[in-house]
């Protein structure tokens, strides 16, 4: 079993950063595809960016390419999410996710889910 805790969250205004880390245990983080969600009020959780086991393979959605940047330590077990640019339709909660399937562009592909954190962008 996979345990996911996210951090970094928190309040920004517009045009701000924020480092998002999701931290694994009980499983082999090496061999897990790793995937950073997002939910706001109303909508449909959607993926923003995944990233291969390895790290050499990323996926970006269209609404975050260019400002956000995903990245892992798999010698400390860890995930990022580098968030740039930020504007206020980017408030949402934001979970990380893991899977060790290929179908890593797919949401229902993931199997394990942090509790996630609420980022909140200010204008």
């Known amino acids: 079993q996979v345990q996911l805790v996210e951090s970094g969250g928190g309040l920004v205004q517009a045009g701000g950063s924020l480092r998002l880390s999701c931290a694994a245990s009980g499983g082999t983080f090496s061999k897990l595809v790793m995937g950073w969600f997002r939910q706001a009020p109303g909508k449909e959780r959607e993926l923003l960016a995944a990233?291969?086991?390895?790290?050499?393979?990323?996926y970006y959605a269209d609404s975050v390419k260019g400002r956000f940047t995903i990245s892992r330590d798999n010698a400390k077990n860890t995930m990022f999410l580098q968030m740039n640019s930020l504007k206020p339709e980017d408030t949402a909660v934001y979970y990380c996710?893991?899977?060790?399937?290929?179908?890593?562009?797919?949401?229902?592909?993931?199997?394990?889910w942090g509790q996630g954190t609420q980022v909140t962008v200010s204008s």
């Open positions: 990233i291969s086991w390895n790290g050499v393979r990323t």
């Open positions: 996710a893991a899977t060790y399937g290929i179908n890593w562009l797919s949401n229902s592909a993931y199997d394990y």
